[in-house]
């Protein structure tokens, strides 16, 4: 396929994504009903914008406190990552009868309500899947409870976003899921110098689309989508029309190489990003005049991955 095409995915995941930092002290204070407040006020942004996007859910940011209580698998039992309890942070906040920012089940039910989107996997526990950090017995593990979790929604995801952006046990993945996210080059690395070279890449005029995604063994790699600027910290000094400009560039150039614009963010950014949702806002006005013009396509991961293994 050649359909020049854009993708809007999404990693949503409240504290899970920075358990080992929270278990440091980090505290960034999101309440879950905050959390569930910026869901909606997105959703209703896609849905004005008539742009179906990819929601890929943490399992156990969306789990009930009665399925957690009843489980036990994160409450009770130790998950070693880098000889340290992943779910520490999690415990001394479940003991304390406080999950904010870590469980929020309505997230999952006003995407799902909103309908027209896709709901995709980022881990049961957002444990980084890397070979070198979690081993197969592990990875198995973290699989089997998120495919079981999302039974019992009766939902069964089709793409998955690493946990940290970092790819692993792939074959193993290709037993659940038919088209996985990789990282964008520049996300590879977690350095401070490779944070510097993204934020530069945030005002680099010459940045190019995706390629095309083309079939083979499952799980296929998706095109490698980019940040959409995080108005927060040193990247807030990135004026909203420079990323504007930026994305409009990336739009054009897809139209006219066939090529796709895969753009992510994290809901919570919308909690502290500066302007961010204004920002989202320009975005969606753009392609959205683009598909309404019958110049590119938007699609789900979901649906982009079905077009790649069936193309018409
Ligand atoms: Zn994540």
Not at 18 to 32: E, F, H, I, K, Q
Not at 84 to 108: I, N, S
Not at 138 to 161: C, M, N, S, Y
């Amino acid at each position: 396929m050649t359909n020049p095409t854009f993708i809007f995915s999404l990693d949503c995941e409240g504290y899970w994504g920075m358990a080992d930092a929270v278990a440091d002290g980090w505290s960034p204070g999101w309440t879950s009903a905050a959390l569930v407040d910026t869901y909606q006020r997105l959703l209703a942004l896609f849905d004005r914008f008539e742009v179906p996007a990819t929601w890929a859910f943490v399992a156990a940011f969306v789990h009930t406190p009665e399925e957690m209580h009843e489980r036990g698998d994160l409450t009770e039992q130790p998950l070693s990552y880098r000889g340290r309890d992943w779910t520490a942070a999690f415990k001394r906040a479940w003991a304390a009868g406080d999950t904010d920012g870590w469980l929020c089940p309505e997230a999952l039910g006003a995407v799902r309500r909103a309908g027209g989107h896709e709901v995709a996997a980022h881990g049961y526990s957002h444990l980084p899947l890397a070979e070198v950090d979690t081993d197969a017995a592990v990875a198995r593990r973290e699989l089997d409870l998120q495919a079981a979790f999302w039974a019992t929604r009766g939902i069964r995801p089709d793409t998955v976003v690493f946990p940290r952006n970092q790819p692993g046990h792939l074959t193993m993945l290709g037993e659940h899921f038919v088209a996985y996210r990789p990282p964008h080059p520049l996300e590879v690395r977690r350095d401070a110098a490779a944070r510097l070279l993204r934020l530069v890449d945030e005002v680099n005029p010459f940045c190019q689309p995706a390629a095309q995604s083309i079939a083979g063994p499952l799980p296929i790699p998706l095109p490698p989508a980019m940040l959409l600027n995080h108005r927060a910290g040193g990247r807030r000094l990135v004026p909203p029309a420079i990323t504007l400009l930026r994305i409009r560039r990336l739009l054009q150039r897809a139209m006219d190489s066939g090529r796709v614009v895969h753009l992510y963010s994290h809901p919570h950014n919308f909690l502290t990003g500066q302007g961010q949702f204004e920002l989202l806002e320009g975005v969606l006005s753009l392609v959205r005049t683009h598909s309404s013009a019958g110049e590119l396509a938007v699609m789900t991961q979901s649906g982009y991955a079905a077009s790649v293994r069936a193309p018409n």
